[in-house]
């Protein structure tokens, strides 16, 4: 049932979903979740819940397949952009956490989120420490800040230039700040965006939509 919501959500903005869109995901009738959860805001509350306490989950996930702390950590930046595979699916997330922010409940689950991921970010940096992947003088909490704030920021300005794909901004932009920690260089490097941070603010445009 969830896993039904987050697919008619993926289509349709939080004023345009209805119940009937998730029942027709699910292959229920909307009278069937009336009955289980009783309204759409109610079954809203019950996703945040689940997403809450998911971030343990998803960063066991990221470990599992990847050997090195770093390349994790790469991964989870990788797994933000499936936020915004286009400029108007990133619009539509970005309606889903306006109205987050504007429920108490909602963005008590939400925060819950945000913190645990955060402490994951950290035991990631942490790893990498160890690892000798950064360098042990790296201010891990301070950097697990910088890479949130980053991987925010880059969704943000991708959606503003709207050049090449969301997932390169923010792969270049992770890159940049953990750059002056690593012990050695990277050998490979994301795809460059061509023009990027060339653009100059009287050269531009909005995009027409």
């Not at 697990?144 to 901004?169: F, H, K, N, P, Q």
């Amino acid at each position: 049932m969830f896993a039904a919501a987050q697919r008619a959500m993926s289509r349709r903005g939080p004023h345009e979903l209805t119940l009937a869109d998730i029942a027709g995901e699910a292959g229920v009738t909307p009278g069937r979740l009336v009955q289980r959860f009783g309204s759409k805001r109610a079954l809203m509350v019950a996703l945040s819940e689940r997403f809450a306490g998911s971030a343990a989950d998803v960063f066991a996930g990221l470990r599992a397949a990847h050997r090195e702390p770093l390349a994790a950590l790469r991964a989870y930046a990788a797994c933000m952009a499936d936020l915004a595979p286009t400029p108007e699916a990133l619009l539509r997330n970005l309606a889903y956490l306006q109205a987050d922010l504007a429920d108490e409940l909602l963005r008590k689950h939400l925060v819950e989120n945000a913190r645990a991921t955060r402490g994951e970010i950290e035991s990631l940096l942490a790893e990498a420490i160890a690892a000798g992947e950064l360098r042990r003088d790296s201010d891990v909490r301070s950097l697990a800040r910088t890479v949130e704030i980053t991987i925010s920021g880059s969704l943000m300005s991708w959606a503003t230039y709207r050049e090449g794909r969301a997932a390169d901004w923010i792969a270049t932009d992770i890159d940049a700040i953990l750059s002056p920690w690593l012990t050695r260089p990277r050998t490979t490097r994301p795809t460059a965006l061509k023009g990027r941070r060339r653009t100059s603010v009287r050269s531009r445009r909005t995009p027409k939509r």
